[in-house]
T-cell receptor
């Protein structure tokens, strides 16, 4: 199993550009989520999904969109990039409905917005 | 709202020193508790987790954590650190029965171990 994969690893954008961060998992996990990691802030939840066709907002959803058309994929879209979105983005997945909720993380995407 | 507090931003230790990293959470109901580690340039990996039962939990690489419900704490310990333990450590909580899967993370504690 590849686990949770993310592409690209690095990305530089100009203010106002749009892009999609890709996330895929091959563990048949129902739950998937996106976090951003900023120095001194820990990880903050952006959006999450409990299954195909179902998404919801986390703590910091503004400026980001998500969709979940398949169990495997959970892309994160930046509609109009801003310097405040410079961050490291992690995708995670876990089984849904179990009490355990151990999340498996991808390797991250380091995004810089100029 | 739930929150997780990690008391130390940066801890510097010499090899063989003992480690204790503090973690407190604010939720009063049933919780699941986790410690994740992030080695330089890598993604988060699970160190250990607590769901129920014995409040002393053992994880990988010699780490352990103790859940003290009355103190809302879940401190991470290791008797003797190694240089390879240099990493950032994150405490996280999930309120079982809440939004399934959503984790609330602390801000992290950076551990530097001097050889």
């Amino acid at each position: 199993n590849a686990g949770v994969t993310q592409t690209p690893k690095f990305q530089v954008l100009k203010t106002g550009q749009s892009m999609t961060l890709q996330c895929a998992q091959d563990m048949n996990h129902e739950y998937m989520s996106w976090y951003r990691q900023d120095p001194g802030m820990g990880l903050r939840l952006i959006h999450y999904s409990v299954g195909a066709g179902i998404t919801d907002q986390g703590e910091v959803p503004n400026g980001y969109n998500v969709s979940r058309s398949t169990t495997e994929d959970f892309p994160l879209r930046l509609l109009s990039a801003a310097p405040s979105q410079t961050s490291v983005y992690f995708c995670a997945s876990s089984y849904q409905g179990a009490p355990f909720n151990e999340q498996f993380f991808g390797p991250g995407t380091r995004l810089t917005v100029l | 709202a739930q929150s997780v507090s990690q008391h130390n931003h940066h801890v510097i230790l010499s090899e063989a020193a003992s480690l204790e990293l503090g973690c407190n959470y604010s939720y009063g109901g049933t919780v699941n508790l986790f410690w994740y580690v992030q080695y330089p340039g890598q993604h988060l990996q699970l160190l250990l987790k607590y769901f129920s039962g014995d409040p002393l939990v053992k994880g990988i690489k010699g780490f352990e954590a103790e859940f003290i419900k009355s103190k809302f704490s879940f401190n991470l310990r290791k008797p003797s650190v190694q240089w390879s333990d240099t990493a950032e450590y994150f405490c996280a909580v999930n309120n079982y029965g809440g939004s399934q899967g959503n984790l609330i993370f602390g801000k992290g504690t950076k551990l530097s171990v001097k050889p």
